[in-house]
């Protein structure tokens, strides 16, 4: 318990905040409430450890001002029910029975402070305004973790269709495991996104992500840029290298297309993975390291291990942990959500642009198209009509430049017109066509049609 009575330049700037004074001396209660008025705050009283706690139960409050002996409810009590609403809640104790045995319980509960009576008010509201202002910093900094996370983990990830539903869950029980993680899908599909949200949902999030394309670099270097290497090792190295496992140290290795790795790398790999020690090219010494390796292929890479292209013990050691990432064609009732999400992202980068949204006609079409792409294809295809559009609406005449716009299907009562066709088709077509109507969102379709999106599910199983 600090004793002294510093200046704290903290407090100057009074902080919007509630507090709740409890004392069961109405006088000394509101002996403190008047000055904290004063001060900027906004200050209930209570006269007991009964009325703090009913209080504390039905109001929002930044910091508690208790004293501690009570008759029934006391300031420990008041403390324990403080906490028990928010942990987070500082709670500052008094009382005129100063001793060593009631200080360390009341700072083993988890008391902010402790005053002596009598004490100054000055020293009330010191302590108090540094109580509040370390409340508010902790909040900033809830808020800047929770922004990074949404930024590079699960909040990253746009979709709600059903294979996007269950990637969400496999990675957010992964996200806690030790084991290596492969990252399987196309090219495009996002796999990136979903090594960050390994990464970040997980217990390493503190620590680095760091990613590399194996394909981005030959042998030789992708070699000195894994493992790093020492002054002199080669032609060119003039000085030390760490390389990217040290740099990644206590967190996450991404390594991007682990197909296309060289096989003289593969061993190499696969001694880390086993021992957890890289050694810089020229060097004899080998330095521990702790990272998480999360790898990711476009490639078949059963195959490539019967053509010999890769290690059948690096495969095995890899294939641990297995998720796909399903591709844009899988999941195209995302695709309004995921142009929604582009869309804003291309102005924030191109403040400039007078584009503010795709009509439901250019989304419809976008949620027809094959996308080989996936993902990124899509994201580069929306920037581009953002930069290029001089219009708030991106209409279909705008983007038939840019990408090839499928002919609407024709409504099924037309079709139905030429012929006799048995209720059941006709609702099975009818059902498709709203579905592509509303650019593959199933959701929104069903919602149109009034019935549960399990029957579109399951009439496109029919159909």
């Not at 004490?119 to 508010?136: I, N, T």
Request: aromatic share 4%.
């Amino acid at each position: 318990m600090p004793s002294d009575k510093p200046s704290d330049a903290r407090t100057e700037a009074r902080i919007d905040a509630r507090v709740l004074v409890v004392d069961d001396h109405v006088e000394m209660g509101r002996m403190l409430q008047e000055p904290l008025a004063d001060a900027g705050w906004t200050v209930d009283l209570a006269t007991g450890g009964q009325e703090a706690v009913t209080l504390l139960r039905s109001r929002v409050y930044d910091a508690v001002l208790s004293d501690l002996r009570m008759e029934q409810v006391d300031g420990l009590d008041v403390l324990d029910a403080a906490r028990a609403v928010d942990p987070e809640l500082p709670v500052l104790l008094m009382t005129a029975f100063g001793g060593v045995e009631s200080a360390v319980e009341a700072m083993r509960r988890g008391a902010y402070h402790y005053f002596t009576k009598p004490f100054r008010l000055d020293e009330v509201r010191l302590y108090l305004g540094r109580a509040l202002e370390d409340r508010r910093l902790r909040a900033e900094h809830r808020a800047l973790k929770q922004a990074s996370q949404e930024r590079s983990g699960l909040g990253s990830m746009v979709g709600r269709s059903a294979p996007m539903r269950g990637l969400y869950e496999l990675v957010d029980r992964v996200a806690h495991a030790a084991a290596p993680v492969l990252l399987r899908g196309e090219s495009g599909s996002g796999k990136e996104l979903v090594a960050r949200a390994l990464h970040f949902e997980g217990p390493r999030a503190p620590g680095p992500f760091v990613a590399v394309n194996c394909t981005a670099l030959p042998g030789p270097l992708l070699e000195s840029e894994l493992f790093g290497h020492v002054k002199g090792a080669f032609t060119g190295a003039t000085s030390v290298r760490r390389g990217l496992f040290v740099e990644a140290h206590g967190g996450t290795l991404f390594l991007d297309e682990i197909g296309d790795m060289p096989t003289e790398l593969q061993a190499r790999l696969l001694r880390i993975l086993e021992d957890g020690e890289v050694r810089a090219v020229g060097s004899d010494a080998h330095r521990t390291v702790d990272v998480r390796v999360v790898a990711a292929t476009h490639q078949d890479l059963e195959a490539r291990v019967r053509e010999g292209r890769f290690r059948a013990d690096l495969f095995y050691r890899l294939n641990v942990v297995t998720l796909r990432v399903p591709s844009l064609k899988e999941r195209r009732e995302d695709i309004p959500q995921l142009v929604e999400h582009f869309t804003a992202r291309s102005r924030a980068r191109n403040p400039r642009s007078r584009v503010t949204a795709l009509s439901p006609e250019v989304v419809a079409a976008l949620g027809a198209m094959p996308w080989p792409g996936n993902v990124r294809e899509l994201e580069n295809l929306v920037e581009r009509l953002v930069v290029l559009v001089p219009r708030e609406t991106v209409e279909l005449e705008d983007l038939r430049p840019h990408a090839p716009v499928p002919e609407p299907e024709p409504h099924p009562l037309a079709l139905a017109q030429e012929g006799v066709w048995p209720l059941r088709r006709l609702e099975g077509e009818y059902i498709h066509w709203m579905v592509q109507h509303c650019g593959g969102n199933k959701t929104r379709a069903a919602e149109l049609l009034g019935i549960d999106v399990s029957t579109i599910h399951r009439r496109e199983r029919e159909r």
